[in-house]
């Protein structure tokens, strides 16, 4: 019987233990002190008493406690100090984004001083316009007179219209899809622009000036070459088969020592008198476009 009665009393008083708020617990304390004194004869003051022990022996010796008390405020100060990094490293993220933006903005502007600056030779300007390219910037309107651009390339569309290429080494440039409208290529004070091997595959190059350049084994497979200029142009080799809106006329203009050995589609051919293209078509446009690293992409490089 005293063992029923006080396993009982451990049952409560561990669903008293439990109780979190200590109003909730006081109250519930009296209710079954008093409901237990009703039934088992127990004073609510004896049972509460019971109930004051079994804390006691439940709780943990003093420097249990302390360790538990200073583990609890241990993690606190590094819960503050994760928060405080975290913090620091969204304010550091923010600033290396505002100083990237800052960075960049000058790299641009220092390659559109080196496009615009007197530089001749050299790979500075090439790399210049390439990057301004790859940027999304206009280049309409270019000036690179007499300059150094070989192995120029450009993939992509770039937006040369109207750009000034007289007496520029252009050699195995490449263009294709670019806007070229208006452009010039004639030679420049003496200097002989030199187009051998260019890709200017289905670019814009409506009044364009090639007047008296070497364009040997250029390709302007789907090009538009409306009232573009080739008076004296070296064709050797030159492809123009698939070009657009271009005429006899404008080839006769090269001369026939020039252009008799160029690459036509056959009814224009027929028009300069000249024997079917017996090439096949895969040997034309032989210059590709670079390739890129995605952090390239990213930095624009």
């Known amino acids: 019987m005293a063992d029923d009665l006080r396993s009982q009393l451990l049952k409560e008083f561990e669903h008293l233990a439990k109780i ?3 109003f909730d617990r006081e109250y519930e304390l009296i209710q ?4 237990f004194e009703a039934e088992h004869g127990l004073s609510a003051d004896e049972y509460q008493r019971l109930f004051g ?3 006691r022996d439940r709780a943990l010796p003093d420097w249990l406690e302390n360790i538990v008390r200073v583990t609890q405020r241990f993690r606190v100060i590094v819960q503050t100090l994760q928060g405080l990094t975290s913090l620091a490293i969204l304010l550091s993220a923010l600033q290396f984004l505002y100083g990237f933006r800052e960075r960049q903005t000058r790299i641009v502007n220092d390659k559109w001083a080196t496009v615009a600056s007197d530089i001749r030779v050299g790979s500075a300007k090439k790399e210049a316009i390439e990057f301004l390219h790859d940027r999304g910037e206009l280049l309409s309107n270019l000036e690179a007179v007499d300059t150094q651009l070989s192995y120029l390339n450009l993939p992509g569309k770039a937006n040369l219209q109207e750009a000034d290429f007289r007496g520029a080494n252009l050699y195995y440039a490449y263009f294709k899809g670019a806007t070229l409208y208006r ?3 004639s030679n420049y004070d003496g200097e002989l622009t030199n187009l051998e091997a260019v890709n200017f595959q ?5 009044q364009a000036n090639f007047r008296g350049v070497n364009m040997k084994y250029a390709c302007f497979s789907g090009a538009n070459l409306e009232k573009a200029n080739f008076e004296k142009a070296h064709l050797v080799g030159t492809d123009f088969r698939g070009a657009r809106k271009l005429t006899a006329d404008q080839i006769r203009a090269a ?9 036509f589609d056959d009814e224009l051919s027929r028009k300069l008198e000249l024997p079917p293209t017996d090439v096949e078509p895969a040997d034309r446009c ?3 476009p670079r390739s ?3 952090w390239q992409g990213f930095l624009g490089r």
């Open 20 to 22: 979190p708020k200590l």
């Open 32 to 35: 079954r002190a008093q409901a």
């Open 53 to 55: 022990l079994y804390q």
């Open 183 to 185: 452009s010039d290529f």
């Open 202 to 206: 289905e670019t814009d190059l409506r």
């Open 255 to 263: 001369g026939k020592t020039s252009y008799e050995r160029a690459l």
């Open 286 to 288: 032989v210059i590709k």
């Open 292 to 294: 890129r690293t995605w």
